[in-house]
T-cell receptor, first 112, second 114 residues
Framework: KNQVEQSPQSLIILEGKNCTLQCNYTVSPFSNLRWYKQDTGRGPVSLTIMTFSENTKSNGRYTATLDADTKQSSLHITASQLSDSASYICVVSGGGKDKLVFGAGTILRVKS | EAGVTQSPTHLIKTRGQQVTLRCSPISGHTSVYWYQQALGLGLQFLLWYDEGEERNRGNFPPRFSGRQFPNYSSELNVNALELEDSALYLC?????????????FGSGTRLTVV
């Protein structure tokens, strides 16, 4: 069964600290993996896109890694800011329009 | 390029009423997806429309329905509203880029059923 599991479910960190969110998947075949950031009450916004051949990709203070052998991805946030408080959703694509599998998300709260 | 637009942004309805939510995909995108997100929970797949046809639906009762118009915009209809229908309803259109398929989401419609 195609599944995407994210951990931790929620996380509280102090402003300025780093954190890492995890995403494990069993989706097959695999086309790409995307991390989305969803602010409360808003639609998710794409942060990074990883394909099979990519191991790491950065977008500002966000760095995503992908290990296609172990089917794991991580999202590392550096020097966190209050505005990073959001839900982070991992989405894995199996290659077609209807082959997108969503994780339940990690809720991150950054406090001052 | 305009993104995915949804209307209205907020809505309050009474239990038993009917509601229609609207979505316009990114220009050129033929697929529209609807998701329900209850407060504090993950996205639950509702419906997928592509080229004017319903292609797939999630595990929701028949009172959740919709359609897609020739210009690829879409409506989500919910009949006989129940309190637990209160949620953020998100619409997304799909894009294919060099990395493959992905979603672009709208900002959502917050529905409150009282």
């Amino acid at each position: 069964k195609n599944q995407v599991e994210q951990s931790p479910q929620s996380l509280i960190i102090l402003e300025g600290k780093n954190c890492t969110l995890q995403c494990n998947y069993t989706v097959s075949p695999f086309s790409n993996l995307r991390w989305y950031k969803q602010d409360t009450g808003r639609g998710p916004v794409s942060l990074t896109i990883m394909t099979f051949s990519e191991n790491t990709k950065s977008n500002g203070r966000y760095t995503a890694t992908l290990d296609a052998d172990t089917k794991q991805s991580s999202l590392h946030i550096t020097a966190s800011q209050l505005s990073d408080s959001a839900s982070y959703i991992c989405v894995v694509s199996g290659g077609g329009k209807d082959k997108l599998v969503f994780g339940a998300g990690t809720i991150l709260r950054v406090k001052s | 390029e305009a993104g995915v637009t949804q209307s209205p942004t907020h809505l309050i309805k009474t239990r038993g009423q009917q509601v229609t939510l609207r979505c316009s995909p990114i220009s050129g995108h033929t697929s529209v997806y609807w998701y329900q997100q209850a407060l504090g929970l993950g996205l639950q797949f509702l419906l997928w429309y592509d080229e004017g046809e319903e292609r797939n639906r999630g595990n929701f009762p028949p009172r959740f329905s919709g359609r897609q118009f020739p210009n690829y915009s879409s409506e989500l209809n919910v009949n006989a509203l129940e309190l637990e229908d209160s949620a953020l309803y998100l619409c997304a259109s799909s894009s294919v880029d060099r990395e493959g398929y992905g979603y672009t989401f709208g900002s959502g419609t917050r529905l409150t059923v009282v």
